[in-house]
C-alpha cells in the first residue's frame, strides 16, 4: 500500500515576524525547524528564503545555502525550493534560489491571483520590523502575477537538463487545473504530475470539503491516472484538509506558512509540532506515512544524489 506524502512549509512568504514569534526567519532557525520537521515525517521540505536581518522575503540564495546543508547532511528529506518567491516579486527574481540549488522538487504556481493577506493586518497594533505591515496592506491591490509566458519559462528553465526538476503544481483554484492541463498538452511537462490543491487563500479557492471534492473530481477527468494530489488547507483549516484529503487517498501540507496555529486559538511552537499531529491524525484513521524514498518514486523524481548542494 503506497503511503501519505507529508510536506512541510517551513516559513514562506505571507506571515511575518510580528506573526508568531515560532516562525523561523533567520537561517539558522529555518534549518533547525526543516531538519526537525523531516525527523517528525515530513518526506518533502518545502522552502523559501527569508532576509537574516529582518525576516523579510528573500530571493537571494545564499540566504538558503546554510539550510539546505544541514537538511542534506542531517536528513534524506526531498526539499522542494519555491518559485513563488512573494507577490512583488517578479518570475526572473524568483527563480534565482531554484536555479541556483538544483533541488528535486520547486514550486510551480499555475494561474494569476488576487493573492491578498491585507484583513490580517488590522490585528497588530506594533510590527517588530519597519516592512512588514505596508508589505501586508499591499497585498490588497496586489496580484499574484503566474501568466502562461511565466510558466513556460519556469518549464524550461528547470524542467530539462541540466536541472531536471519535478514540480509540486500549486492549484489555487479550478481555472488552474485547466492551465495544467493545457501545458501538459503542449508538452511543458510530463506526468505523473503533482498536484497541489491551495485552498483557503483570499482570492482563492475556500477550503471546505465541497470544493475538495469538485476539485479531485476535475483532476481525475482531466489528468486520469497520471497524477498524484495533496492538499493545503490554509489557516484554521488546515488539519481538518489534511485529514480529508488522506482520507480521500491524497497527500498532506502542513506547515507554520500555511497556518501559524495547532489547534483553533492555540498558536503552533514549530513546525515540528504540525508534523507531529498530521501523522498522529493520519496514523489514527489507518494511513501509513510515505518515506522520502517511497515520495521520490511515486513523484519520479531524480535523487539526492544530483542536487546542486
Known sequence: MSGTIITCAITGAIHTPTMSDALPWTPGDIATQAVGAARAGAAIIHLHARHPENGAPSINPDHMRHVLARLKA???AIVNISTGGSITMGIDERLAPAAAFSPEMCSMNMGSLNFSIHPIADRYAEWKFDWEEPYVRATEGGIFRNTFADIKMVADRMGGAPHNVRFEHECYDVGHLHNLAFCLKQGMFRAPVFVQFVMGILGGIPADIDHLVHMKRTADRLFGDGYQWS??????????????????GGHVRVGLEDSLFIERGVMAQSNAQQVEKAVGLLRAQGNRIATPDEARAMLGLKGRDKVGF
Open 231 to 248: 492538499v493545503i488547507g490554509a489557516g484554521a483549516a488546515q488539519m481538518k484538509m489534511a485529514s480529508v484529503s488522506a482520507q480521500m
Open 74 to 76: 542531517e536528513t534524506d
